[in-house]
């Protein structure tokens, strides 16, 4: 019966969904994912392996075929690398993309979050639609803190599984792309719960808007960053990263199959990120410490952003 | 309305395929070549790829000493193939068509003494010219299928909600009747 109520609820709630929002997501979604696309599935050039790794795979294999195969291999799992920064996607210089379709990338999707976190918001609070939660066993905090989680959930399953059928109809789809993508939805998280904060504490849809979008933009330049370089150790002689939370999350999506037996894989991994000491352990806990204080902060923006809609006076 | 919003959904992603596939074709072909010198004494291998996603693909060899060439596909990274397996002196243009994304791998072998037998004369150059001419008509097939089933699952949706309160109100007349006679 409780499984059935809740399930009406998210219908409901699906039902009320901003359409003219969520078209206007799709698009500056696809648009965003359009030069990621293009320029990773029109390319020529030297495999992205490093020659003296493909030297040291020659003098290994015994027939050219074989030796080819390996090439593939190792390029696919670039591309798959290439494809597992979406979870950086605010971060364009570590993408392969040129420095100009780069720039295009945060601002298509930051400007996507915030014309949908601006159009819901004012959705939220139509009469019609607030009113529901009179009709529910459930506070009025309970209930916008419900609202956005949901929001906030579909957002970024919308855009992640955008990307993920994009990106499988130009590369392979394997189990490797959901996972990198699922792994990148607490960074989203956080952006589209800072927007539905601002867009409560602002209240009009346009300036809303525009300061959700400056806030984005700042998020992406500084703050997302900033929390990376937290949760990477970097040595202070200076010769890169030796450990972080970006190359745990490498090591558990790109290499994920061999991951038992890690090989040549492994060698790859270790001159693509420079870096020759891994503590595969330490990695892969420093990305779970960096997912887990996304999520956790993205929590606390929801509890603030609903305390201060409840607060509002709907007529 | 869940089938409406996928609908929606899906028209949009096979629009923006098409829309894609009208601006993202390149005018002139992507091009890049490679010059190298055969080495002294030892050999000296190559390897480049190529992708794309529909179109066609040219490989052109001009080698004044001997080279082996050997050139793979990956079709979708399901199905590894080999092409062309040979030796070649001279001028050599290799052409392939692709209509589904596709990967080639070029293995190029480059012998030093052993093959052309000079030593201290001057080396024999090797040219190697890639081009894509991609035509992105896999986009636009994949837009099309995109968009036809975004608009009939729209259609559906629509036409099983008006179903579903035909149905409604026939049994609610149904009922005002039965409750007169």
Do not use: C, H
Not at chain 1, 302 to 309: G, K, P, Q, T
Not at chain 2, 163 to 178: C, G, H, M, P, S
């Amino acid at each position: 019966m409780r499984i059935r109520m809740t399930l009406r609820l998210i219908i409901l709630e699906l039902e009320e969904l901003n359409i003219l929002g969520l078209i206007i997501l799709a698009i500056l979604s696809l648009l965003t994912f359009y030069p990621l696309i293009r320029d990773g599935y029109v390319d020529i050039g030297e495999p992205a392996i490093p020659l003296n790794i493909i030297s040291v795979g020659q003098s290994d294999f015994t027939s050219t075929e074989e030796l080819m195969k390996w090439i593939d291999m190792t390029t696919y799992i670039n591309k798959k690398v290439f494809m597992l920064y979406f979870n950086r996607i605010f971060q364009p210089r570590y993408l392969l993309v040129g420095e100009d379709l780069s720039k295009l990338i945060p601002i298509f999707l930051i400007l996507a979050i915030s014309s949908y976190v601006t159009m819901a918001s004012s959705n939220i609070l139509r009469p019609d639609v607030y009113k529901r939660y009179m009709t529910l066993p459930i506070s009025r905090m309970e209930y916008f803190v419900g609202k956005l989680f949901f929001n906030i959930l579909f957002v970024s399953f919308f855009i992640v599984s955008t990307y993920v059928l994009v990106a499988s109809l130009y590369y392979r789809f394997d189990s490797s792309i959901i996972i990198a993508s699922i792994l990148a939805i607490p960074e989203l998280v956080l952006i589209v719960a800072l927007t539905f904060l601002v867009s409560a504490l602002v209240k009009r849809e346009v300036p809303a808007f525009i300061l959700s979008s400056g806030l984005g933009f700042l998020l992406y330049t500084q703050v997302i960053e900033l929390i990376g370089d937290f949760f990477t150790l970097r040595p202070s002689g200076g010769e890169g990263v030796s450990s972080g939370a970006i190359y745990g999350y490498m090591y558990l999506v790109g290499f994920f199959e061999d991951f038992d037996s890690l090989g040549e894989a492994g060698i790859i991994y270790r001159v693509m990120t420079g870096s020759l000491l891994v503590d595969l352990e330490k990695s892969l806990f420093l990305l779970t410490l960096y997912e887990t204080t996304m999520l956790l902060i993205s929590f606390a923006i929801v509890m603030l952003s609903s305390y201060i809609l409840s607060g509002v006076e709907v007529d | 309305m869940l089938a409406r919003i996928f609908g929606v959904y899906l028209t949009l992603l096979g629009i923006s395929f098409i829309v894609i596939g009208l601006l993202g074709n390149p005018v002139e072909p992507i091009q890049k070549s490679y010059v190298s010198e055969f080495p002294e004494r030892v050999f000296r291998s190559l390897s480049r790829y190529i992708s794309v996603s529909s179109g066609n693909v040219e490989i052109k060899v001009l080698s004044e000493g001997t080279s082996y060439i050997v050139v793979y596909r990956n079709l979708m990274g399901y199905r590894f193939e080999k092409l062309f397996d040979g030796v070649v002196k001279g001028y050599k243009k290799l052409e392939y068509k692709s209509d589904l994304p596709t990967s080639y791998y070029i293995y190029v072998r480059l012998s030093g003494v052993e093959v052309n037998g000079s030593t201290n004369a001057s080396r024999p150059k090797f040219l190697l010219n890639l081009s894509i001419y991609p035509n992105l008509n896999y986009t636009f097939v994949v837009g099309s299928i995109l968009l036809i089933l975004g608009v009939s699952i729209t259609y559906t949706g629509i036409y099983i909600d008006k179903w579903k309160t035909r149905k409604y109100v026939l049994a609610k007349q149904e009922r005002i009747r039965n409750r007169f006679y």
